[in-house]
């Protein structure tokens, strides 16, 4: 066993300096304040926790992180966080990011088949893969409970055509081999997805033992809950490593509007056909995006969706200029009303 095992590349590894190797460890337990961390001595994997950080930033270890573990007056001490190649993060409540899982090179959006399923939720989910820059794959959970998933698989391939949906089940083994086979032995991958639908029991299957506690969903679709907020890195036996996060009951996307414009690619070439350069898509003449609502040939559903997603990222983007954009085109609207009952005004004269 060497580091590789771990999810090493040279790209990590040309980071660690002065250092040896046997100083390099892997986040693979993150309990919020210590942290399980795993290397490898002499072909040896090794296991410590590690509850003491000594870094010269603010910014805290997650897992997948690559850090340098020492021992200092007895204790083992995180003493570095090396650069991350990627990570994936969200945006809190209060507006500040915080990272999920870092160094990873695919993202499984997992979701079950049934009541669960929500295109909008999905698509926020992909915004936060496009700002990673780590392939999404979705993986449709029970698909013993369902007849036939094409109904499932249809809708994800109208968000994108080039995204793969892959309908699996941990009580038939269906569609696992394919999963398995996306996976390389230096890949780290993460589950990301809603408490109750599937992770835990997905993971215990790849793993082959009974690792985390799971929940069942009924065929109705109840929701079921995480038991826990820790994350935890496994080791496949087939080779690479996947990450369990918690459900995430809030995804703030704090993205890019370049992350939004490219998960709603169909919309932002509607978009390009507007009359007005500056057009907000929702009232204004010569709107493609309007006209495509009229015709059918774009959903509302999926109309709120990016409007929604599109005012989230530019607040992220620029707070200060988001409000001033918001607050002219409230003055234009109403400037706009009061020409408009001025002229309705006159008519009524006569």
């Known amino acids: ?166 309908p699996v089940s941990t009580q038939t083994g269906e569609g696992l081999d394919e999963l398995l086979s996306l996976i390389q032995k230096t890949d780290t991958c993460v589950l990301i997805g809603s408490s109750g639908v599937g992770k835990s029991s997905l993971i215990n299957f790849l793993l082959g033992e009974e690792v985390l506690e799971t929940l069942d969903i009924s065929d109705e679709g109840a929701r079921g809950s995480h038991t826990t907020s820790n994350r935890f890195l496994f080791m496949l036996p087939t080779g690479g490593l996947i990450i369990d996060s918690p459900g995430l009951r809030q995804v703030g996307i704090g993205a890019s509007t370049k992350n939004v414009e490219e998960t709603f690619s169909d919309v932002e070439a509607l978009a390009d056909d507007c009359r007005y350069r500056n057009c907000t898509h929702e009232k204004e003449e010569g709107c493609a995006i309007q006209a495509a609502l009229a015709d059918g040939s774009l959903s509302p559903r999926r109309y709120k969706s990016y409007l929604k997603l599109m005012t989230e990222s530019r607040y992220a983007d620029n707070p200060e200029a988001f409000q001033r954009e918001r607050h002219r085109q409230w003055r234009q609207v109403t400037k706009n009303r009061k020409e408009k009952e001025k002229v309705l005004g006159r008519y009524k004269e006569f």
Not at 29 to 34: A, I, Q, S, V
Not at 94 to 105: D, H, L, P, Y
Not at 136 to 144: A, M, N
Not at 146 to 153: A, L, Q
């Open 1 to 166: 066993m060497d580091h590789r095992d771990l999810g090493l590349k040279h790209s990590i590894f040309q980071h660690i300096g002065e250092y040896s190797i046997e100083a390099l460890f892997r986040v693979s337990k993150d309990y919020g304040k210590k942290y399980g961390v795993i290397g490898v001595e002499k072909g040896e994997l090794i296991e410590r926790e590690v509850s003491r950080l000594q870094l010269e930033t603010d910014e805290r270890p997650v897992i997948g992180d690559w850090v340098i573990c020492q021992e200092l007056q007895g204790d083992d001490v995180i003493t570095e966080l090396l650069p991350r190649e990627t990570q994936l993060a969200r945006t809190r409540s209060s507006g500040t990011q915080q990272a999920i899982a870092a160094n990873i090179s695919h993202i499984f959006i997992t979701t079950s088949m049934n009541a669960e399923f929500n295109l909008n939720r999905l698509e926020r989910y992909l915004v936060l893969a496009k700002a990673s820059g780590v392939q999404p794959t979705v993986v449709l959970t029970k698909r013993d409970l369902v007849d036939d998933p094409s109904e499932y698989v249809n809708q994800i391939a109208q968000l994108d055509p080039s995204l793969l949906a892959l």
